[in-house]
């Protein structure tokens, strides 16, 4: 794809709709500077939403949202969640505010924080795509960051039971998981621990 679609802070006409004759998957990869990238899957836009949670983690410069939208005219609602305020279309939003906005057919909406926006609820009248991450993460430490991208599911597909493999190499001390509730009072069983969860808002 031409570096003419990268998106930025704000709105622009820059989504992709792929279709294709036959099934087929779709698994993006985007590569910043010389030896820094990050790829993810696509979902097939029949299990796209109205309902999203956002996760990211501790920004060194930029958390990141971006709404793409499937249909004209679609009305969409953020219900923020952040330490740190927003600035969207030149006006300052706050932890637990709501940005009320419009998207169009393939237009792309960005919204950019210097914390972590892990919580931040998504809400639309007609299906949308969501991605989040951030521009320049932090999963450790260390002075290392790195470009984390998700391709989000929506809240009707999130699951009661997970399975996640063991992690491939690296410091033992430096993994980790971010479980978000959907509904309070969940009950967060990992291996014979049991927590309580608490919804994101």
Do not use: W
């Not at 590569?31 to 696509?42: D, P, W």
């Not at 809400?123 to 951030?134: D, E, K, R």
């Amino acid at each position: 794809l031409p570096s003419s679609l990268e998106v930025s802070d704000g709105r622009s006409n820059k989504g992709v709709r792929i279709m294709t004759d036959k099934p087929v998957s779709v698994y993006a990869f985007e590569i910043s500077g010389c030896c820094i990238g990050e790829a993810f899957n696509v979902l097939p836009e029949k299990f796209l939403g109205t309902n999203y949670i956002v996760q990211t983690t501790k920004p060194r410069f930029n958390a990141f949202l971006s709404i793409v939208g499937t249909r004209s005219r679609t009305q969409v609602s953020v219900h923020l969640k952040s330490s740190r305020s927003v600035s969207f279309q030149s006006i300052t939003y706050h932890d637990g505010d709501i940005i009320a906005f419009m998207v169009d057919e393939m237009e792309t909406v960005e919204i950019l924080s210097k914390a972590d926006l892990t919580g931040t609820t998504i809400s639309s009248n007609h299906p949308i795509a969501v991605l989040s991450g951030n521009t320049c993460g932090l999963v450790s430490s260390s002075s290392a960051c790195n470009q984390l991208i998700e391709y989000l599911q929506p809240t009707s597909k999130c699951g009661k039971s997970f399975i996640l493999p063991p992690f491939q190499g690296g410091n033992s001390n430096k993994k980790f998981l971010t479980v978000v509730g959907t509904v309070n009072g969940t009950k967060f069983e990992r291996h014979t621990v049991l927590l309580l969860l608490k919804t994101c808002v």
